[in-house]
């Protein structure tokens, strides 16, 4: 999203970046603010798994103001909250409800993409989530959206890794490059561990493992931690 405003861009460039405190501290008393902080608040519960109070009320303040962003940023974190099986008694609106119904109402093709994220990992519907992501994808190309397009392309590799494993791997190293383009740090420690994954047993994915462990531990990535507390004591 363009910003007029350089505090807002800054601000959301530290966002992506993984420096949230930072970017909260830019974030101005502004209704374009408002809404920018509670995106930095849902982004970062999602990385780091953070109690979701603060989160949610950020949401709240504009639910008057920007009703389709309050919305998907509300399904956002119950999609969290049903997939890390969280003990928080809040329970928001289905997010694949939700994301169906606010499809082409905010950010082009990101409701789309987070549609069919529900399916394959809430509803386990994988075969239906790949036309959806397939939407997503031109969404993407047509606006020059590089961090959505390493999104789709991510979950498309991992379908595509059970076919044709080279080309598999080539979509998440293409997942991975464009994150990086994007300057978007928690984003690429998570295109490394897929990767990391993927390759399986070699030197590439040691080396993948170990700088996930390091931005795991320095950006307190949550559920990226196991790599960091399995491999950073090797590296000190």
């Known amino acids: 999203m363009y910003y007029a405003d350089p505090q807002l861009a800054v601000a959301r460039r530290l966002q992506r970046a993984g420096d949230w405190a930072g970017a909260l501290r830019l974030t101005p008393q502004s209704a374009d603010g408002a809404v920018l902080r509670a995106e930095i608040l849902v982004d970062r519960h999602s990385w780091r798994l953070d109690p979701a109070r603060e989160a949610r009320e950020a949401v709240a303040q504009i639910t008057a103001s920007a009703p389709a962003t309050a919305a ?7 999609y969290w909250r049903q ?8 329970i928001g609106p ?11 109402q905010i950010a082009p093709g990101w409701a789309t993409f987070w549609l069919g994220v529900s399916l394959e990992n809430l509803r386990l ?3 239906g989530a790949q036309p959806v992501y397939r939407r997503a994808l031109a969404t993407a190309l047509d606006e ?13 590799a991992f379908h595509l890794l059970e076919q044709d494993h080279g080309a598999g ?4 190293r293409r997942s991975l490059h464009l994150r990086a383009a994007c300057g978007a740090r ?14 399986g047993v070699g030197p590439e994915s040691v080396l993948l493992r170990r700088l996930v ?16 507390e399995s491999l950073l004591p090797d590296e000190r």
Not at 83 to 90: A, E, I, Q, V, Y
Not at 94 to 104: H, I, K
Not at 144 to 156: A, I, K, N, T
């Open 213 to 228: 462990a390091r931005s795991a531990e320095e950006m307190s990535l949550t559920w990226l931690k196991e790599d960091a």
């Open 186 to 199: 928690p984003h690429v420690a998570a295109a490394q561990a897929a990767l990391a994954e993927a390759l």
């Open 72 to 78: 998907f940023l509300l399904a956002v974190l119950e």
């Open 125 to 127: 519907d994988r075969d």
């Open 94 to 104: 289905d997010p694949v409800a939700e994301f169906e119904r606010l499809d082409g």
């Open 83 to 90: 997939l890390m099986k969280s003990d928080d008694p809040f």
């Open 169 to 172: 791997l080539a979509l998440l």
């Open 144 to 156: 020059g959206d590089l961090l959505l397009e390493s999104y789709v392309v991510r979950h498309q």
